[in-house]
C-alpha cells in the first residue's frame, strides 16, 4: 500500500457554521464551501492547509454516524483520512493483513473522492479513513 499523504483530518462539530468561525476567523483558513453527502448523512466543509484539508463534519440525521459520534465522545477529532495511489489494493493488502475493515469495498465521499475507513478496533482506536482522489 502506498500511502501518499494525509489528506485531511475530521472534526466533528454541531455546527459548520459555528466551526467555521474558529477555522476562518480566528485560524485564517480560507473556506472552500460545504457539500452535503447524503448516503452518510452528513455535511461537510473543507478547509485547506498546505497539501492537506480540515474537513468539519455535521451530522445531517439524528441517526447518522457523526451524531452518533458526538453522542458518545462529543465534538472535536473524529478521524484522519489518508490519501492512497490505490484504494482496492490497500484494501486487500489489510484484508490479508487481517485488519478489521468498516468498509469492504470503497465509496464515494465528498467532493466524489474514494473512500473506505478502518474500524478504529484494529488502529489502536483511532478511526482512519483511506481516500483516492483522481
Same mark, same amino acid.
Given at each position: ?62 441517526? !447518522?454516524?457523526?451524531?452518533? #459520534?458526538?453522542?458518545? +465522545?462529543? @465534538? =472535536?477529532?473524529?478521524? $484522519? ?30 467532493? !466524489?473522492?474514494?473512500?473506505? #475507513?478502518?474500524?478504529? +478496533?484494529? @488502529? =489502536?482506536?483511532?478511526? $482512519? ?6
Amino acid at each position: 500500500m502506498k500511502i501518499l499523504k494525509i489528506d485531511h483530518l475530521g472534526i466533528a462539530v454541531n455546527s459548520i457554521d459555528d466551526g467555521k468561525n474558529f477555522w476562518s476567523d480566528v485560524l485564517g483558513l480560507k473556506f472552500e464551501g460545504a457539500e452535503t453527502v447524503e448516503t452518510q448523512k452528513v455535511t461537510t466543509a473543507f478547509f485547506p492547509v498546505g497539501e492537506s484539508e480540515v474537513e468539519l463534519l455535521e451530522s445531517t440525521a439524528p441517526d !447518522g454516524p457523526v451524531a452518533k #459520534f458526538i453522542e458518545k +465522545k462529543g @465534538t =472535536g477529532f473524529q478521524h $484522519v483520512a489518508f490519501r492512497v495511489a490505490n484504494i482496492e489494493e490497500a484494501l486487500q493488502e489489510l484484508k490479508d493483513k487481517g485488519i478489521q475493515l468498516i468498509d469492504q469495498q470503497p465509496r464515494i465521499g465528498a467532493g !466524489g473522492a474514494k473512500i473506505a #475507513f478502518l474500524h478504529p +478496533k484494529a @488502529t =489502536g482506536g483511532v478511526l $482512519v479513513e483511506l481516500c483516492e482522489r483522481s
